[in-house]
């Protein structure tokens, strides 16, 4: 199976998706606190958990510069 995260994190809000093999299983959505970081961490963290493999990673919005694991 192929597991996809897309992350988007706002100045408002960080929202993020989990995708396997193409179609949505899981959603995420937290308001985006006075550090985007953690957010979008949580957000990584809370849509991988349980996977067998590592997901492929895409970030979107102003906050996709302030996490390097996605380097």
Do not use: H, N
Request: proline share 6%.
């Amino acid at each position: 199976m192929t597991y996809s995260i897309g992350i988007d994190s706002g100045s408002t809000a960080t929202k993020g998706i989990l995708l396997a093999d193409g179609v949505i299983t899981r959603r995420f959505l937290v308001p985006t606190p006075f550090r985007p970081a953690t957010a979008i961490t949580e957000a990584w963290e809370t849509l991988r958990e349980g996977l067998e493999t590592t997901p492929f990673l895409t970030l979107t919005g102003y906050g996709r510069q302030l996490v390097d694991f996605c380097r």
